[in-house]
């Protein structure tokens, strides 16, 4: 069993920063971090960042610049750090994982809104 927590979200104002974080807890054997995806009310959910094994990274045009993502294998963690913040970045933030299987695993979510 795998559990991927996610935790750092909130209310900020836009251009604030915040920094997400995925704690990854289990049976980690073969298991890989990969990356963020959000999900704002009535639409779909997007990939908003992903890493690589190698520790190369995508992210999606609207936060290209502004968001990046890391991870320490360590310490089975995930981090998303996001700057300037808009008003259009308010979702559900979910991390992700996957294993050799190609099985994906998800965490419960956690909320960033961003508002005046």
């Known amino acids: 069993q795998v559990q991927l927590v996610e935790s750092g979200g909130g209310l900020v104002q836009p251009g604030g920063s915040l920094r997400l974080s995925c704690a990854a807890s289990?049976?980690?054997?073969?298991?890989?971090?990969k990356g963020w995806y959000r999900q704002a009310p009535g639409e779909q959910r997007e990939l908003v960042a992903t890493?690589?094994?190698?520790?190369?990274?995508n992210y999606a045009d609207s936060v290209k610049g502004r968001f990046t993502i890391s991870r320490d294998n360590a310490k089975n963690m995930m981090y998303l750090q996001m700057n300037d913040l808009k008003p259009e970045d308010t979702a559900v933030y979910y991390c992700?994982?996957?294993?050799?299987?190609?099985?994906?695993?998800w965490g419960q979510g956690t909320q960033v809104a961003v508002s005046t």
């Open positions: 992700y994982a996957r294993n050799v299987m190609a099985r994906t695993y």
């Open positions: 890493i690589t094994n190698g520790g190369n990274t």
């Open positions: 289990g049976s980690l054997l073969s298991i890989s971090l």
